[in-house]
């Protein structure tokens, strides 16, 4: 047992038994550097054996090979005939024991706000720190293939936001009285009068910002690299932007672009005060109600079976795993609340695109890493990102969905590699597909084939150039778009 204590907080680690909660990760082993550019390179990074335990059950056995067409090659804008796309053998993930081992830890940054964690590569004393922080709903669960893999090279960090997963309060933060109160029995925040700890208390991304500068601070204590998916993504570059000497860089992963409704005050005094509630504690009656009736409906089971297979793209992906451990957090009595809070908090106090914006004057590295069949954040809005910083590397993956790094984390764990070693390099190791100075600016596409559970299977990247067009890409799309269309209804 290792106990570190800073300032009011103290952290503890335990061995996370092998099988508990664990997937497996990834495995690149080792890269070929070329500071050479070469015309025309393959890369070859083979290692047998595929990908997570033998014991899993539901793991995909089938092999399904996906190829970009000639309309997607049209769609790209890139001039290439049928099987001209080069194909990059990467490995899989790490078996058992070749994973790197996680470690989990409780923090408490303020009185009963503690924050749990998890990490991996303790023995990496010389390796840069990357943190991963997740999306909404989910929590360190979603990155352990990437604790598994990318711990065996790097210090790797994750932790569940306050209001989710297991970083939810362990008291009633608005207990209900004990005569003539039975509103929401089951539920905790739904009292009268707020506790002391929680009379402030508002599960908002400026509150998320705060937790994770003060984690990187007191905690990892040095600067890190964070990737973001989703909310994750959002606050990545909020960190970047406001606390630039504690980031070496940011990935978004299908970061969403927005967060939050209400004003903030802050930044709208006035209009803020228009809303009778923005997220305290405790809940306001009209807004019990309405908890309660839409809880019931969106922790249901079935709801959340149905948004699992809204945000993976490919169906044979297995998220029992993940499934199950939502579940979990819906059944704490915190949940409902805290949900409440989340929807009602107001915006962060400053946007996305000031948050990209100061990142980039700032000099902080920027990566982008987009699932294409995210149905939520479209790939409008990673191209976007891609124009407001050209020189940030943007790699559109199919198939794939809003959440890249689990549907995918044998090609996003190869690509973070590539990027982190050109970081740390300071520009001498290649990125992953620029070996070839032309592809900066025209960008190229490679099929990623690797071996997951026996079978092999291929995934289309596309590496999008600094010329890219955001009306062009559009247009493309449109048209892309309306030929399927018109090839459906012929059929």
């Known amino acids: 047992m290792e106990v570190v204590s800073s300032g009011h907080s103290c ?57 970009v067409s000639d309309i997607d090659a049209a769609r790209q804008g890139i001039a290439k005939k049928a099987g001209e796309v080069e194909k990059v053998m990467i490995p899989g993930l790490p078996e058992g024991a070749d994973g790197s081992q996680i470690s ?11 924050v749990y964690y ?106 890190v ?36 409704f209400l004003p903030n005050p802050a930044r709208s005094p006035r209009l803020s005060k228009i809303f009778p509630w923005a997220g305290t504690f405790p809940l306001p009656p009209f807004v019990r109600k309405l908890t309660e009736i839409v809880w019931q409906k969106i922790s249901d089971p079935r709801s959340i079976q149905n948004i699992l297979r809204q945000v993976y793209a490919d169906h044979s992906t297995n ?25 009602f908090a107001p915006r962060g106090q400053i946007s996305f695109e000031e948050a990209l914006s100061r990142c980039q004057s700032q000099g902080i590295p920027i990566s982008l890493m987009y699932g294409k069949e995210d149905p939520w954040v479209r790939p409008f809005w990673g191209i976007k990102a891609k124009q407001q910083v050209p020189e940030a590397p943007y790699y559109e993956i199919s198939p794939a969905g809003h959440c890249p790094h689990d549907e995918v984390p044998e090609v996003i764990n190869y690509l973070l590699r590539g990027w982190l070693k050109n970081v740390e390099s300071e520009g001498l190791v290649d990125l992953p597909f620029l070996e070839d100075p032309s592809f900066e600016d025209q960008g190229v596409s490679r099929e990623l084939e690797f071996v997951r559970t026996g079978s092999r299977k291929s995934v289309s990247v596309r590496l999008f150039g600094s010329k890219t067009s955001l009306w062009s890409q559009l247009t493309s799309f449109l048209k892309w778009h309306a030929s399927n269309v018109t090839r459906a209804m012929s059929r």
Request: proline share 6%; net charge neutral.
């Open 11 to 67: 952290l503890a680690f335990r061995q996370t038994p092998s099988g508990a909660w664990r997937l497996s990760g990834t495995g690149l082993g080792p890269q070929h550097i070329k500071l050479a550019r070469p015309r025309k390179t393959s890369i070859h990074c083979v290692r047998t054996g595929g990908a997570s335990n033998p014991g899993d059950s539901g793991k995909l056995h089938v092999s399904h090979v996906f190829h």
């Open 225 to 260: 690299y964070i990737v973001g998916n989703s909310l994750g993504g959002f606050v990545a570059l909020y960190i970047g932007a406001s606390s630039p000497h504690l980031v070496k860089g940011v990935t978004l992963l299908n970061a969403t672009p927005f967060w939050g």
């Open 319 to 343: 998220v029992d795993k993940v499934f199950s451990r939502i579940m979990e957090t819906t059944e704490h009595p915190a949940a409902a609340a805290s949900f409440a809070s989340i929807m």
């Open 104 to 114: 989990t830890g409780l923090w408490e940054w303020k009185p009963k706000l503690t």
């Open 118 to 223: 998890e990490k991996s590569g303790n023995k990496n004393s010389k390796a840069p720190a990357v943190l991963f922080l997740p999306g909404f709903g989910v929590g360190t669960f979603h990155f352990e293939k990437q604790l598994k893999d990318l711990g065996r090279d790097y210090k790797v960090w994750t932790m569940d936001f306050l209001g989710q997963g297991m970083s939810l309060p362990c008291e009633d933060p608005a207990p209900k009285n004990m005569v003539g109160d039975h509103d929401g029995e089951s539920y905790w925040g739904f009292g009268q009068d707020s506790e002391p700890w929680a009379d402030e208390l508002v599960y908002s991304v400026d509150l998320w910002h705060n937790q994770v500068q003060h984690f990187i601070e007191e905690v990892i204590g040095e600067p």
